[in-house]
């Protein structure tokens, strides 16, 4: 793991436009002020049948001023890192403020959060990636690239890598001050096939999460890349000639490469407090575990207990401290089945009477005012639970499911649809050859007071 921040971020003039912007705030009344610059670098390789396709890489750098004043917020961004600019975007901050406070609404209140001066913090990597010569990034996809083409089911490979490392500087009124880098990759691979029976096409693609690693990653540590690339192959040619699903209720087994996304859909999403407020109705919906169902509604069986998490290792969601100041934590959504808790940031603790925000704030990017945004949800596993192989002999009549793919779900995330990679029919215990064209329906409590196996 590197021993220090980006120098190149570090040498950025961070602690005068924090004393430019928040004196600026402190002088005109502001009840809540803070400054934040950040710095995204982004980059990504491509490279189709061996062939480098697209090699690029770009950064955005800027400051933002978020106030808090009359009892409404203000913001403000600009790209330009001087105290004059600092200064600046104060005054427009403050002024969006009163214009806000002018139209009316109840006042906003935050939850309280200590003061963290001088914090620093990094996620854990080896080899950043924005290190690794292009040649060499290049180099291990097309060897990707040939590993598979070297098989007669696979017509074509296209391999992708993309990461990014995310550089933010935090300071506020109450005194906290806050360095924060995070690097992140995730390399995809998407093979292509051909159907025998009639010569259309079929694909496959890695199931290898998106992770907070360094490069490292895809050299085996974390995932085992090896391996999954080298039975790529003969599931790819037994999808193309896989029969048609037939409709019907089944079990299912769900690998986590697939139910990652039904967690995020249907517990992630709809345990946010702005949607059980009902703030974002027109926008992105909202959810039917509303603020009063806190500890009565029952959302599954008493296997399932789901848990929020800002500092679990790896995670994308992962942070020292949230985008208000907050210092990372994890706390239950869902414990034995009933719903327990909702994802908050300062301003909806406060709501909710909570003594402290969960620290779910977060900016997309300098220009972006931070909002309350899922952390890591995970469904918490079984102590001593079933390998999968155990969990797939105890069905008679079923699938085994892996590998996320398309979804719907509706405004108050309770009716959905998933689809998955790979769909392996279960028969007596054991796997009984792919199936193609399925996808799953269910509602979610139904869906979740279902489950009955735990790995």
């Known amino acids: 793991m590197p021993d220090e921040i980006d120098d190149s971020f570090l040498a950025l003039p961070l602690a005068r436009l924090a004393d430019a912007a928040l004196s600026r705030a402190r002088q005109r009344g502001a009840r809540y002020a803070a400054l934040r610059v950040q710095r995204v670098r982004s980059g990504r390789t491509v490279v189709h049948d061996g062939a480098l396709r697209a090699s690029e890489e770009e950064t955005e750098t800027g400051l933002a001023v978020r106030v808090l004043h009359r009892g409404a917020w203000g913001f403000a961004a600009t790209p330009e890192l001087t105290p004059e600019a600092a200064v600046r975007a104060c005054d427009d901050a403050l ?86 880098q995070r690097v992140r990759v995730h390399p995809q691979v998407l093979a292509v096939g051909r159907r025998p029976r009639d010569g259309g096409v079929q694909t496959l693609r890695t199931v290898g999460p998106p992770v907070a690693r360094g490069w490292e990653y895809l050299h085996g540590e974390g995932w085992d890349w090896a391996g999954e690339l080298a039975e790529l192959p003969a599931l790819l040619a037994e999808k193309t000639q896989a029969p048609a699903v037939r409709p019907g209720r089944y079990d299912l ?16 999403h709809a345990t ?57 934590q994890s706390w239950p959504l869902i414990e034995a089945g009933v ?95 792919q199936v193609s064209g399925a996808a799953y329906q269910a509602e979610t409590t139904a869906f979740w007071s279902a489950l009955c196996g735990l790995g």
């Open 95 to 180: 002024a969006l403020a009163r214009a806000c406070a002018d139209v009316g609404g109840a006042p906003v209140a935050l939850a309280p959060e200590p003061a963290y001066p001088e914090a620093t913090w990094r996620s854990p990597y080896r080899i950043n990636p924005f290190e690794v010569p292009e040649s060499e990034r290049v180099e291990l996809l097309s060897h990707w690239c040939a590993g598979l083409q070297a098989h007669e089911s696979v017509a074509h490979v296209l391999a992708r890598a993309t990461a990014a490392q995310e550089n933010t500087y935090y300071a506020d009124l109450d005194g906290t001050r806050v360095t924060q």
């Open 253 to 268: 087994v769900i690998d986590p490469s697939q139910l990652w996304l039904t967690i995020h859909e249907s517990v992630g």
């Open 272 to 328: 946010e407090y702005d949607r059980a407020l009902g703030h974002e109705m027109s926008y992105a919906g909202g959810t039917f575990a509303t603020p009063d169902a806190a500890g009565r509604l029952r959302y599954g069986s008493a296997l399932m207990s789901v848990d929020a998490d800002r500092s679990a290792p790896h995670g994308l969601a992962t942070v020292g401290f949230d985008d208000e100041g907050v210092a990372a």
């Open 339 to 433: 719903l327990v808790g909702f994802q908050h940031d300062r301003a909806s603790a406060a709501r909710a009477g909570l003594p402290r925000s969960a620290g779910c704030a977060y900016a997309e990017s300098y220009r972006h005012t931070p909002m309350a945004r899922m952390p890591n949800v995970s469904l918490r596993p079984a102590v001593d639970g079933p390998d999968t192989a155990a969990l797939i002999a105890g069905v008679t009549d079923g699938f085994y499911l892996a590998g996320s793919d398309s979804w719907s779900i509706d405004m108050r995330r309770r009716q959905f649809q998933f689809t998955a990679q790979r769909w392996h029919r279960i028969r007596n215990g054991r796997l009984a050859g």
